[in-house]
């Protein structure tokens, strides 16, 4: 990725001697397909302008690629599932505490701290996430989500009175913890930023 004494690219050299293997070798090594030419062209006009399809459909379907996958990470459908995930973890990092703090399972205390910190964990991964692809959501909303979710498991488990009946009633089990978790992140609903936008391009 360093330019010679011509301030040519090697591979911005082997596309300009039609030399194919070095090309492809050198984008099998993470040779950079998005510098320009010494000419100020794309690598994509450069292979065309020396009649090389084989390398510019070669590199174009490179930044294809890319392209769509860098799509996909700003995508609806991914947003939602993220929020899905941020929901659930938040009921999931409330469950575990609740069952910490009542002292359900003293034994286990050890290991349910260790359970609850991944999901902390997790939850600020999202959170970054969150704010690198979709910038334009709301903190607010986020919050509340947070705040929703923690805020109903804890309730239901109050409700149980003691640690006996949670206990009867499978509390401490990771199965019960997922199946409560998910029916209280089965209903979030919160609105597609669409004015949101990823990090610009390096």
């Known amino acids: 990725n360093l330019r010679d004494k011509s301030h040519q690219y090697p591979i911005e050299s082997a596309i300009i001697n039609h030399n194919t293997p070095m090309a492809v070798e050198l984008l099998n090594h993470n040779a950079d397909y998005h510098v320009k030419a010494a000419n100020g062209k794309t690598l994509v006009e450069l292979a065309k302008q020396n009649n090389n399809p084989e390398i510019a459909k070669m590199i174009?379907?490179?930044?294809d690629k890319e392209a769509a996958d860098y799509a996909s990470l700003r995508s609806p459908q991914r947003f939602k599932d993220i929020i899905h995930s941020?929901?659930?973890?938040?009921?999931s990092y409330q469950?575990?505490?609740f069952v910490l703090g009542s002292k359900q399972d003293p034994e286990k205390a050890s290991e349910i701290t260790r359970q609850a910190e991944q999901v902390k964990s997790d939850i600020l991964l999202m959170t970054e996430q969150l704010q690198q692809y979709y910038p334009?959501?709301?903190?607010k909303d986020l919050k509340r989500i947070s705040t929703d979710s923690a805020k109903k498991i804890f309730d239901i488990l109050d409700a149980m009175?003691?640690?006996?009946n949670r206990r009867a009633q499978g509390v401490g089990a990771s199965k019960d913890a997922d199946e409560r978790c998910h029916k209280i992140s089965d209903v979030v609903e919160i609105k597609f930023p669409v004015a949101s936008k990823g990090p610009g391009k390096k």
Do not use: E, M
């Open 86 to 91: 941020y929901a659930f973890d938040s009921c």
């Open 95 to 97: 469950y575990w505490t």
């Open 161 to 164: 009175i003691s640690n006996n």
């Open 136 to 139: 334009a959501t709301p903190p």
């Open 60 to 63: 174009q379907d490179r930044l």
